[in-house]
């Protein structure tokens, strides 16, 4: 039976795609042909995963704008603030949540980035 493998991209609409391509290449690092992308090779972490999340409302995804959020896989959450901030860019928050570290902040266009490290696998959060 074929079965789904992974995300294959996060897509919406942009006022200047390419003032937002240039964005995320300079504020996060990520260019690609088509637009940011990313090469699942490049993850360090043990059993890497992605989630698609279901919330009621939208309290969770403000002060972004347009009913989602894009959540980013780091290698390192600390460094990448630390690197986000010395750019200038506004973190929103940070918390470390023993399962994995987070930190949010937002694109030119309005949409919340979650920037996330795995600290465990699925089996170590399901055995908690």
């Known amino acids: 039976m074929a079965k789904v ?22 504020t996060l690092g990520l260019t690609g042909e088509y637009g940011p992308q990313l090469a699942w090779a490049d993850e360090p972490h043990e ?23 894009i ?7 600390d460094a990448m603030v630390e690197q986000l901030k010395a750019k200038g860019v506004d973190i929103l ?9 987070f930190a949010w902040l937002l694109d030119p266009n309005g949409v919340k980035i979650e920037l996330w490290e795995q600290v465990q696998t699925p089996e170590d959060i399901a055995a908690r």
């Open 5 to 26: 493998t992974g995300l294959g991209g996060v897509f919406y609409v942009a006022e200047d795609p390419a003032a937002t391509r240039q964005w995320y290449a300079e």
């Open 47 to 69: 059993k890497p995963y992605s989630l698609i999340s279901h919330f009621p409302d939208d309290q969770y995804i403000k002060p972004g704008t347009g009913g989602f959020m």
């Open 71 to 77: 959540n980013l896989r780091v290698d390192d959450c």
């Open 93 to 101: 928050g940070q918390v470390d949540e023993g399962y994995g570290k």
